[in-house]
């Protein structure tokens, strides 16, 4: 199983485990996993279309998903999956 990281803004949706087991091949198997046991995350991870939300980003190990095969990247039971949401704020 791939070892998906949840970041601590999103770990509301998870009852706060900064970690989950994810069965499934691909990336998108993973996340798509992740939204069914915690449907609250989907809308925070996909947009309406089922697709990644634009300031999300996912990682591999070291690697950008969209420098690999996007969702379609193959992931195995040593793979560490990170979820990345982009943050902004503040006014000035």
């Keep these: 199983m ?5 970041p601590t803004p999103l770990r509301k949706f998870t009852g706060n485990q900064s970690s989950l087991d994810a069965s499934g091949q691909t ?3 993973a996340l798509e996993q992740l939204a069914l046991t915690y449907p609250d995350l989907q809308k925070q991870i996909f947009d309406d279309q089922g697709k990644l939300r634009n300031f999300i980003k996912v990682y591999v190990g070291d690697e950008d998903i969209k420098g690999l095969n996007n969702g379609e990247t193959r992931v195995g039971n040593e793979s560490v999956i990170s979820i990345v949401p982009a943050i902004a704020g503040g006014t000035r």
């Design 2 to 6: 791939a070892k998906l990281i949840i």
């Design 27 to 29: 990336v998108n198997d």
